[in-house]
């Protein structure tokens, strides 16, 4: 049985960084697409950045692109989330997600296997 634990959130001020990080308990992490996402009262949870199971193929949600960077360590079964120039709609509950088969950006929200209880990153201004 996979397990994720999501780990980082906290308070901010507007510009600052955080990074998240999202623990794997189970087997075989190197045959998951890994992927962060968020949910921000009242609003759809959407997808923030998604990367492939070896690490070369990523993607990011528009809103975030060029702020934010997914990384991980297949060695230590962990995935990363590296937020810079935080802003105050960065705001939501932040979540891990793991997707077995090939790899896709596109998927619903629905096709991933299993996720993590989220973790809260509050932005102030």
């Known amino acids: 049985q996979v397990q994720l634990v999501e780990s980082g959130g906290g308070l901010v001020q507007a510009g600052g960084s955080l990074r998240l990080s999202c623990a794997f308990s189970?087997?075989?992490?190197?045959?998951?697409?890994m992927a962060w996402f968020r949910q921000a009262p009242g609003k759809d949870r959407e997808l923030v950045a998604v990367?492939?199971?070896?690490?070369?193929?990523?993607n990011y949600g528009d809103s975030v692109k060029y702020r934010f960077a997914v990384s991980r360590d297949n060695a230590k079964t962990t995935l990363y989330l590296q937020m810079n120039s935080l802003k105050p709609e960065d705001t939501a509950v932040y979540y891990c997600?793991?997707?077995?088969?090939?790899?896709?950006?596109?998927?619903?929200?629905?096709?991933?296997?299993?996720w993590g209880q989220g973790t809260q990153v509050t932005v102030s201004t």
């Open positions: 189970g087997r075989e992490f190197g045959s998951y697409q």
């Open positions: 997600a793991a997707k077995r088969g090939a790899y896709s950006a596109t998927v619903p929200t629905d096709s991933y296997d299993y």
């Open positions: 990367i492939s199971w070896t690490g070369t193929l990523k």
